[in-house]
């Protein structure tokens, strides 16, 4: 009887102790699955939502370096830059905001105003770029280019020039068979991509 009863008892404490191993692991599960959204969340988004706005980003100068030299188009490709304004990484868009960006503004107009014969016509959107860089008031410089009113500028001029360029080549296939074609649709398509992407992770 007395053998009976310690092996129940034993069989008891080794469910008890399996149940309570159970328990602690699921809690494990529960606690890694927040530590890799909460990482997820602030390091995978981030960087995400960062490593696509450094590509729209150089899409958008690349589009405007084709435009003025060999890529001569319809569209309106002046909207780019308030494209440029609203998706410029922090860093660069910091750098040309300070001194550097002032000194390459100065001489950009005072080339304009003063030796107009010698001032090329495609530097005419730079030069609109950096000067819009530098003397954009803070609502725009800090506010609205983080707010998702920049998402939302930067979406609407992306899709605008999609379906400009699509119209263009005459259809979607089109646009990717022409010459220079896959990697002008792909340099549009990428101006898609970062302010869709920033929207759904913010």
């Known amino acids: 009887m007395g053998r009976i009863l310690q092996e129940y008892v034993a069989m008891k404490t080794d469910a008890v102790v399996a149940s ?19 990482a ?8 995400g939502t960062s490593f696509f706005k450094w ?6 100068i690349y589009l405007l370096i084709l435009d003025s030299t060999n890529w ?12 440029i304004f609203f998706s410029f990484p922090e860093s660069l868009f910091h750098f040309l905001r300070g001194e550097v960006g002032k000194w390459i503004a ?14 090329p016509d495609w530097l005419e959107i730079p ?8 003397v954009a008031p803070d609502i725009f410089a800090h506010r609205l280019r983080n707010n998702w009113i920049g998402l939302a500028i930067d979406l609407f001029i992306g899709s605008y020039l999609l379906q400009q360029h699509i119209r263009a080549t005459g259809g979607f296939k089109n ?3 022409q010459k220079h074609g896959i990697s002008n649709t792909l340099g549009i398509l990428f101006l898609i991509v970062y302010p869709i992407c920033a929207f759904i992770i913010h």
Do not use: C, W
């Not at 030069?127 to 530098?134: A, H, N, P, Q, V």
């Open 20 to 38: 309570l191993i159970d328990s602690d692991i699921q809690e494990l599960k529960v606690a890694a699955k927040k530590l890799l959204h909460d």
């Open 106 to 119: 100065f001489i950009a107009v005072v080339l304009r105003l003063f030796f107009p014969r010698h001032f």
């Open 72 to 83: 001569r188009t319809n569209m309106l490709t002046a909207l780019l830059v308030p494209y």
């Open 127 to 134: 030069g609109s770029m950096i000067l819009i860089l530098t």
């Open 40 to 47: 997820t969340m602030l390091g995978g988004k981030g960087f």
């Open 55 to 60: 590509i729209a980003s150089f899409a958008a």
């Open 175 to 177: 646009s990717f068979t």
